[in-house]
Every structure is written in structure tokens, then in C-alpha cells.
């Protein structure tokens, strides 16, 4: 759960990057570029809790190291 | 202007860190509201006020609430928060801070190196920002408005429950009959068995 | 004459058709193709030899050059075939006793699975020897040489279930390698400092360019001699011959009596300006000779097994064929080698019978009183033991055999010594004949007569006995004949006459002949008693263990080679491989560390790659 928060945390944080390159060259590529980035947010967003959903349901907790099925 | 910057830069930088190293999810993810809030004041102090509306309608009024229905939906208790406490070992963050830290020295070393300039030296004016959108970068719209689709559409998929206990199984068992049976891995050249791992 | 290389052809192409459609065929079918080829073979024998000697070619030698097997700037050996007298001597004696030989396997071999295969194996055989007896450069009596030996391997391992015979088989062929490889590096070592591989060619240019007695000519001689030694079973390289015994009776008959083993003798003597060129190597053979005829001699006295017995029989005669030549009596030899052929093949199909007639009994010590039982054996069996021993002035063998022992004192290279060693050796042929005679023929029945064989069987018998009779009468004809190829025996050492040394040979043939009769048939606790005596079972053990090579080529290469096999059995070259592939798995097993399934475990390597790409864009 705290992955996910953290994980809008660093789309925000590239999103203002771009904002202030395109606020310094008074662009507005910048912007677009947050838009973007937030549309992709969105869906990344819905998908990821659906999936921590499913998980809470299969596993009944929330600890990702229970997702060690990949292993080997 | 620059003194709202900086107040609304360090409420940004703060409130993150509350989250961080909060125990309850619904508290963390409060500060991360007031984060994305303080992060949309420091889009209007720069002169992009179109984002700055954009961010809080979007990221902070719909994402994040979308966070705090998922929140409120598991119904966690006690136990998380325990969970949660046991998990902020210093063994756990030392290595991403450290990560963090060489981070910060190089975005440092960039900025350093970029040169100054004014800030706030003029707006880009939501008028501009839809004019380029729907010229040259009309095509990411129309990606974007896929992507949003395909979003939803998994979204859907994976949270229709109709089977789950043969789900549940799949998930779990690998040791049953129907399952593809597994073989051990020889080593090359023999038929010696490996060492098992 | 120009028939002369369907000879050669016959046999090797109905031995391709035998080994190809043999085992469709019926009896009767591979019956007439393997003895009608070496019949037919045998026939054009005659008329070329016919030919030859009512109008001989040019230098009494005849030349027919078939193909060029190999051309490569200055090596250009060709598939031809030379004729003179030795070699028409030999090809007839090879093909004649060959299809007396090829009658009786007919029966003998009629009810065993591998007929056809036999009869395939045979007639590869005589066309190898043929072959090399007919080349007239070095590469293609190599071919030949090395036919024989392949063939020699196939028929002594003929019934390859019992292993015991696979490895007698493999043993003569790792002997007769030894000598072959010397016989490869005299080769080598002729045509580098000669230039040329036909044998003429050869000797003219080995005589022209070579001093006598320079090292190039005696490294040369000595490293042929070593092929020789290796396939005529001489010292010390005689290990394989009794072994090979594990063979049918018929290829004991005529590879290892009549034929193959005599190629040595062959090599030597078609090579004798080479030989006479080497003083020290031509010493050599008449003493690897000399010794060899003692030791097989004494080791024939105290062998039980009746085919054994023939075996270190031959070698000893062999041995007399190498002190003639060692000594300069070249023709003697090649006399001997003609009443050995018939004497020492009818001895063979004569056990063969007697085998057979007893239900498979090879021990000497069991067999008795046959002379009633099985006349026709009997008889011939006795004509060839009289001409093999060398009984006076009646058998053949005499002739040939006092003509060597008195070529020994008074030949170029002669020595009294040799004398000497040739007259023990005529006590102990003596006896060991006898011995085997009276234990096998007199006394009482021991194992009782359960099959008496036909006439297929019992024909070549009785023409091979007349041969062996009538074989002294063409002694002078003969060695004028083989005068025209090879050097007459000088008379160089005085102090002996032919006479003299005849009467001192009969004398010991008699007295042989006596103590067999003694210890064999008139009291034979006397031999029982000499063997009990500790010194006697000693010597007696020893002697029946060939004097104790098998022991120490055992000790001394078989042992030690597989020592080192077994060391080796971990393959320390191999362990480059594996370890290539041990690695792989080493890195694998490393690299399955970071497959841990972990989310978190991913992102900080994303994490962790993100920085350290951003580093590298930044600070480079």
C-alpha cells in the first residue's frame, strides 16, 4: 500500500520537474507533458489497488513479499 | 511570490516525509493530499495555472480519493498498524536512503550547474497550453484517452470476482495431479541431478 | 602370363561376394564360391607358372602394371605386379596348399552359423597374401601385409561369444603391430633416403648409394626385420602364435603354418641386398633365429594341448628359415619354407581330424591308440611328424632342413655355433614329434572315436603327405630355379661337409626318436617321474609359459598401460569441458540469487540501475 503512495509520489515529482522546465522556458510543452503523466497516473492507479484488492483477498494481508511465486 | 514558493515547497517536502514514516495508511495517505496540494501552489507560483487546477481536481481530488475508498474498503485494523511498525527496521530504509542521497547530490550537482533564472518571469496561460495540446500533440491525446480504456477495462477484469476459490487454487497449489509436473534440473551433459537449490 | 592378376582378383572378389551375399546363399553355393576361386586361382597359378618356366621373360622377371594408386608430386606408388622366380615359388606353394586347405574347411566347418562368413574370411586371405607377394613396390606389400593381419585377427576370433578368443585375436593383432609400425618406419626411413618405393628400384639404388654396413642401410634392415619378427611370431615378439590357436583348425592350417607367418621369411628374402648391405642386421636375423628355434622347441616339449604343440612347432621352423637367411643361405630358405607349407598344413588338418573324430578333446594326455581307429590320419599324420622331424633321405624335410643346418657352419655369415644350435634344434623337433605321435597314436584308448570325417577331409590329407615325401626330389631343380632372383649360398667356411652334417642330423633324429619312445611309450612313469622332480617341474613350468614373456610383457607393458588408463579415468582433458559446463551452473545458481519473486527486491534494483545511469549521463 505505502509502495503505491510512494509511487505518486515520484510520478508527482517528475511531473513538477517538467513543469518548471517548461515555466523556465515559459513553454507550454511542460504542461502537456504533466498531463500526460497524470492520465497515466489515473490508470495506473485503478489498476494497481484493483490488484492490492486481489491480493488482500487471496492472500488476506497486504505484505508484497508474499508475492514470491516468480521465485527461482 | 517566492515566499509563497518556498512555504508550500517545504509544507511539500515535510508532509511527504510524515507519510513516509506514518504507521496508519489512512493518515499517510492524508499527508500525501496535503503534499499533492502544497506541490499545486508551487505550480501557480511558477506560472503554470492550468496544471496547478489540474492537480488538485485530478491527482488530489480524484486519485487520491480513489486511494482513500481502497483504504477504507479493507478494513484494516490493528494489526496493519503493528505490521507496519515492524517493517520500519533501520536494515529496511537504510538502503533506499542511501539510494535516495546519491540522488539528491546529483539532481543537486544539475541544478548547480544549470544556471539561475527568475522565476515566475511570466505564465503560460491555459489558453496556450490548449492550443499546442490539440495541435501537435493531438496524438497524445488520442493515446492517452487509450490508455485510460485499457485502464478501465482491466480495472474491470480484475476486480470481478465469479470464481475465487478455483482462482484462489490456481494461485496456491502447484504439487496438484493436473498440474504440469515439475523436473528437477540435471546437470548438463549427465543425468546426474543438480544440487537442489 | 598376363593372366597373372586374376590370381589376385579372384579370390578378392568372390570374397566381396561372399561377404555381401553370403549368408543368402546355400551351402553349396558358398561352398563353390569360396573353394572354386582359390580352385580357379590355383589353376591360372600353374599356367603362368607353366608359362614362366618354359619361356622365362626377360631378366626372369615379369612386370604387369595395372594403375597408378597415388600421385603426389614426387610419391607416385602404382598397383603392379612383379613375377620371378620367389614369387611364383611362393604363389604357387600359397595358392595349392590354399585350395587343399579351402576343400577341407568345407567339411570341417559345414555345420557351424558362420560359413559364409568363414569362407569370406579365408578368401580375403589368400588375396591379401597373394597381393603382397605379388607387389612390386614396398606400399603395396604393406597393403598386403596389413591384409593378412586383418584377416589373421577376423579367423582367429572367428567364434567371437567366447571372449577368451576375442582377446586372443586382439593379442596377435597388438603383437604384429609392433612390427608393423618398425616395418612403417623402415619404410618411411627407405623411401626419404632412397626416393622410390619399388622394390627393384630399391635394392639398385640401396646398393649404389649405401656403403656396406652404413648406418642409413642397417636402421633400415633392422626396422623391416622388426615387421618380420612381428608377423612370423620370432622373438620376441612370438607371444601370439600359440593364442591364435583359439582359431578353426583350418586357419591354424593355413595362416599360421603355411602362409602368413612365412611372410617375414618372404620380406627378408625379397629384400636380401638390403640385408647383405647391413652385415650387423643380417647377424641379427640369424640369431633372433637361432634363438627363437631353441626356445620354441623347448617350449613344444612340455605343451598338452595338440594344436599348441604345431604352434611353437612352426615357430621353431620359422626360426630355421631365419638362420638361413641370416647366414646367406637364401634359397635353403625358401626351400625349407616350401616342405614346411605341405609337412606343417597336413600336421594341422591331421589334428583337425583327430579333433574332431574325438568329440572336440585337444589334450594330448587324453587321446591314445588311435593308429587303429583312424588310418588315414594316422598314416599321414606319421609321414609329416617323419618330415618335420627330418627322417633320413625318405621326407623332404631332411633335404631342407640339413641343407639350412649345414648352410649354418659353412655359409657366408656361418658360424659353428649356429651349427650347433641347428642340430639341438633337430633333437628337440625330433622329440616333441615323437612325443606327440606315440601319446596321440600308441598306447591305450583314452577318449573313444565318435566321428569319422569324409572324403573332403581326408583327400587334402593324403595329397599334402605325398608332397611331403616327394618334396626332396625337387630340391636341386628348385634352388636352381630361385637361383635367377636370389644370391647362391657361398661355401665360405670350411670344415664341413654336406655329408658329414647329414649323417651328425640323422644321428640326432634318432636319438630323439628313442628318448620319445622311451619316456612316451615304452615307460611312461620316466616322464611322469622328470616332471614330479622339483628341478624337472621347475623347468618344465616354465618352458610350458613360453619362457616367460606372456608374464613379462604383462608385467612390463600391459600393467603399467593400464595403470594409467585408470589413473586417466576421470579424463583429466575432459575436465576442460565439464568445467566449462560446472561454471555455467555456477553462474546459474549465482544469477537465480536475484530471482527472488520479490517486488521489492526489483525496485530497488530499478532504484539502484536508475542511479547509476543518471550518474553516468550526468558526471560523464
Excluded at chain 3, 624335410?397 to 648352410?407: A, V
Aim: proline share 4%; net charge neutral.
Amino acid at each position: 500500500m505505502f509502495m503505491l503512495m510512494s509511487l505518486e509520489v515520484m510520478l508527482n515529482a517528475a511531473g513538477l520537474a517538467f513543469v518548471l522546465a517548461g515555466a523556465r522556458w515559459q513553454q507550454a510543452d511542460g504542461q502537456i507533458a504533466f498531463l500526460f503523466i497524470l492520465a497515466m497516473a489515473a490508470a495506473e492507479v485503478s489498476i494497481g489497488l484493483a490488484l492490492v484488492l486481489q491480493l488482500y483477498h487471496h492472500f488476506n494481508s497486504l505484505d508484497a513479499d508474499v508475492l514470491s511465486g516468480m521465485k527461482g | 511570490m517566492e515566499v509563497a514558493f518556498y512555504i508550500a515547497a517545504a509544507v511539500a517536502i515535510i508532509s511527504t516525509i510524515l507519510m513516509l514514516t506514518g504507521l496508519n495508511v489512512v493518515h499517510a495517505l492524508l499527508y500525501l493530499i496535503v503534499s499533492l496540494l502544497a506541490i499545486a501552489v508551487v505550480f501557480y507560483a511558477i506560472g503554470a495555472p492550468f496544471v496547478a487546477a489540474l492537480e488538485v481536481i485530478i491527482y488530489a481530488g480524484a486519485i487520491m480519493v480513489l486511494f482513500v475508498f481502497v483504504v477504507m474498503m479493507l478494513n484494516l485494523g490493528e494489526h496493519a498498524i503493528s505490521m507496519e511498525k515492524a517493517w520500519l527496521t533501520p536494515g529496511i530504509w537504510i538502503g533506499p536512503t542511501i539510494l535516495a542521497g546519491l540522488l539528491l547530490v546529483e539532481v543537486a550537482y544539475l541544478v548547480a550547474r544549470g544556471g539561475g533564472a527568475h522565476m515566475g518571469a511570466g505564465i503560460v496561460a491555459p489558453k496556450q497550453v490548449g492550443i499546442v495540446l490539440f495541435g501537435p500533440y493531438v496524438i497524445g491525446v488520442e493515446l492517452a484517452s487509450m490508455l485510460l480504456l485499457a485502464g478501465l477495462v482491466g480495472a474491470y477484469h480484475l476486480g470481478v470476482r465469479t470464481t475465487p476459490r478455483s482462482e484462489v487454487r490456481n494461485a496456491r497449489d502447484t504439487h496438484t495431479r493436473w498440474a504440469a509436473p515439475r523436473r528437477d534440473p540435471v546437470l548438463p551433459g549427465t543425468d546426474r541431478p543438480a544440487r537442489t537449490p | 602370363m598376363e593372366l597373372l592378376w586374376l590370381i589376385v582378383a579372384i579370390p578378392m572378389a568372390s570374397a566381396l561376394v561372399l561377404a555381401a551375399l553370403g549368408s543368402r546363399c546355400s551351402r553349396r553355393a558358398v561352398t563353390a564360391w569360396g573353394v572354386g576361386s582359390i580352385g580357379v586361382s590355383a589353376v591360372i597359378t600353374l599356367l603362368v607358372a607353366a608359362d614362366f618356366v618354359i619361356s622365362p621373360p626377360a631378366g626372369h622377371a615379369y612386370t604387369e602394371f595395372l594403375w597408378t594408386w597415388i600421385s603426389v608430386a614426387d610419391f607416385q606408388p602404382r598397383i603392379g605386379l612383379y613375377l620371378d622366380a620367389l614369387s611364383l615359388v611362393m604363389i604357387l606353394v600359397v595358392t595349392f596348399v590354399g585350395f587343399w586347405i579351402h576343400l577341407y574347411s568345407a567339411e570341417f566347418m559345414m555345420h557351424d552359423e558362420g560359413y559364409s562368413r568363414f569362407f569370406a574370411y579365408m578368401n580375403l586371405f589368400v588375396a591379401s597374401m597373394l597381393t603382397l607377394l605379388l607387389a612390386d613396390n614396398l606400399l603395396l606389400l604393406y597393403l598386403g601385409w596389413e591384409g593378412v593381419g586383418l584377416c589373421s585377427y577376423l579367423l582367429i576370433g572367428f567364434w567371437y561369444r567366447d571372449p577368451a578368443n576375442g582377446l586372443a585375436a586382439r593379442k596377435a593383432f597388438i603383437v604384429t603391430r609392433v612390427g608393423d609400425t618398425a616395418m612403417l618406419l623402415g619404410l618411411f626411413l627407405l623411401f626419404t633416403g632412397l626416393g622410390t618405393m619399388q622394390i627393384q628400384d630399391l635394392m639398385h639404388r640401396a646398393s649404389e648409394q649405401w656403403a656396406v654396413g652404413s648406418t642409413l642401410a642397417v636402421a633400415a634392415a633392422l626396422l623391416l626385420l622388426g615387421g618380420a619378427v612381428g608377423k612370423s611370431a620370432q622373438l620376441p615378439l612370438q607371444v601370439w602364435l600359440p593364442d591364435a590357436m583359439a582359431g578353426p583348425t583350418p586357419t591354424s592350417a593355413l595362416i599360421h603354418a603355411a602362409t602368413m607367418v612365412t611372410a617375414g621369411v618372404y620380406l627378408v628374402a625379397r629384400t636380401h641386398v638390403l640385408f647383405t648391405l647391413a652385415p650387423p642386421a643380417q647377424l641379427t636375423v640369424a640369431a633372433v633365429g637361432s634363438a627363437t628355434l631353441l626356445l620354441a622347441g623347448c617350449s613344444a616339449l612340455t605343451q598338452h594341448d595338440i594344436k599348441r604343440v604345431l604352434a611353437y612347432s612352426t615357430v621353431s621352423q620359422i626360426g630355421y628359415m631365419f638362420l638361413a637367411l641370416g647366414v646367406g643361405a637364401w634359397s635353403a630358405a625358401i626351400f625349407h619354407f616350401v616342405t614346411h607349407a605341405f609337412f606343417k598344413a597336413l600336421l594341422f588338418l591331421g589334428a583337425g581330424v583327430i579333433i574332431e573324430a574325438l568329440h572336440d578333446e585337444h589334450s594330448i594326455f587324453r587321446m591314445g591308440g588311435l593308429r587303429k581307429e583312424l588310418p588315414v590320419a594316422f598314416w599321414t599324420f606319421l609321414i609329416a611328424g617323419c618330415s618335420l622331424a627330418g627322417l633320413p633321405f625318405i621326407t623332404a624335410g631332411f633335404y631342407s632342413k640339413d641343407l639350412i643346418i649345414w648352410g649354418a657352419w659353412s655359409a657366408e655369415q656361418g658360424h659353428p655355433g649356429f651349427w650347433i644350435v641347428g642340430m639341438i634344434g633337430v633333437l628337440l623337433t625330433s622329440l616333441y614329434t615323437f612325443r606327440l605321435i606315440f601319446r596321440v597314436f600308441f598306447g591305450p584308448i583314452l577318449t573313444p572315436v565318435s566321428k569319422r570325417s569324409g572324403y573332403a577331409m581326408t583327400v587334402p590329407l593324403v595329397v599334402l603327405a605325398i608332397f611331403a615325401v616327394v618334396g626332396g626330389v625337387v630340391k636341386e631343380p628348385l634352388l636352381a630355379f630361385v637361383q635367377s632372383t636370389l644370391p647362391a649360398m657361398v661355401e665360405a667356411n670350411a670344415g664341413m661337409t654336406e655329408a658329414f652334417s647329414e649323417v651328425v642330423a640323422a644321428f640326432a633324429f634318432l636319438s630323439g626318436l628313442y628318448f620319445a619312445y622311451l619316456f612316451h611309450l615304452q615307460k611312461r612313469s620316466l616322464a611322469e617321474d622328470a616332471v614330479a622332480n622339483p628341478a624337472g617341474r621347475g623347468l618344465h613350468a616354465w618352458w610350458y609359459a613360453d619362457w616367460g614373456f606372456d608374464w613379462l610383457y604383462d608385467k612390463v607393458f600391459v600393467q603399467p598401460f593400464l595403470w594409467v588408463a585408470r589413473i586417466n579415468k576421470n579424463d583429466f582433458i575432459d575436465a576442460f569441458y565439464t568445467g566449462i559446463a560446472r561454471l555455467t551452473e555456477v553462474l546459474y545458481r549465482a544469477l537465480q540469487l536475484t530471482q527472488t519473486g520479490l517486488v521489492r527486491w526489483y525496485a530497488a534494483g530499478i532504484a539502484l540501475g536508475s542511479v547509476l545511469f543518471l550518474a553516468m549521463a550526468v558526471f560523464s
